[in-house]
T-cell receptor
Framework: EAGVVQSPRYKIIEKKQPVAFWCNPI?????LYWYLQNLGQGPELLIR????????DSQLPKDRFSAERLKGVDSTLKIQPAELGDSAVYLC?????????????FGPGTRLLVL | KNEVEQSPQNLTAQEGEFITINCSYS?????LHWLQQHPGGGIVSLFM???GKKKHGRLIATINIQEKHSSLHITASHPRDSAVYIC????????FGKGTKLSVKP
């Protein structure tokens, strides 16, 4: 069974440029998570989808970040415009059922560097 | 707002030692997660528990709901256990601690 796939694995952009990250969760998984991880910190939840619905996006900076999960499968996270402070690892995870009381399966992450 | 604290921040052990990593949280939670992050960055979910104890191989996770505390134990530690161990509590949201960096020396 394939794991959670993320692309790109690395991205270097200049500030004020847009950037997008893509995530393909494990087949059949209903819940999809996007996290941000800074160096030396734990993952911070940005948004959680249950099927197509964003059920928790309170930590998503909506002035510059947006996300979508079309047809309840793949998801895209976008930043426009990127700022220097956005440099971090962006992690995608999925779980089979709904809610937080499920084991999460993490992708390898996208390492973003904003210059 | 839930806050999650882990101790110690860094831990060095000799191969074969018994290891304990602690996790405390400030508000009631419905589930607690333990993650393992390898030096290359990959994250694996070790446990998700809401009460009692769970065991998988040499790893044991316990939780005390009343005391808002969880522990992760590693028996007969091995250099391949070297990683960052992260706990997180969920209750409407999911908050992770900063992690405990474990280094096991041969």
């Amino acid at each position: 069974e394939a794991g959670v796939v993320q692309s790109p694995r690395y991205k270097i952009i200049e500030k004020k440029q847009p950037v997008a990250f893509w995530c393909n969760p494990i087949s059949g998984h209903n819940t999809l998570y996007w996290y941000l991880q800074n160096l030396g910190q734990g993952p911070e939840l940005l948004i959680r989808y249950e099927n197509e619905e964003a059920v928790d996006d309170s930590q998503l900076p909506k002035d510059r970040f947006s996300a979508e999960r079309l047809k309840g499968v793949d998801s895209t996270l976008k930043i426009q415009p990127a700022e220097l402070g956005d440099s971090a690892v962006y992690l995608c995870a999925s779980s089979p059922g709904l809610g937080f009381q499920e084991t999460q399966y993490f992708g390898p992450g996208t390492r973003l560097l904003v210059l | 707002k839930n806050e999650v604290e882990q101790s110690p921040q860094n831990l060095t052990a000799q191969e074969g030692e018994f290891i304990t990593i602690n996790c405390s949280y400030s508000v009631g939670i419905s589930a607690l997660h333990w993650l393992q992050q390898h030096p290359g960055g990959g994250i694996v979910s070790l446990f998700m528990l809401s009460s009692g104890k769970k065991k998988h191989g040499r790893l044991i996770a316990t939780i005390n709901i009343q005391e808002k505390h969880s522990s992760l134990h590693i028996t007969a530690s091995h250099p391949r256990d070297s990683a960052v161990y992260i706990c997180g509590g969920s209750q409407g949201n999911l908050i992770f601690g900063k992690g405990t960096k474990l280094s096991v020396k041969p």
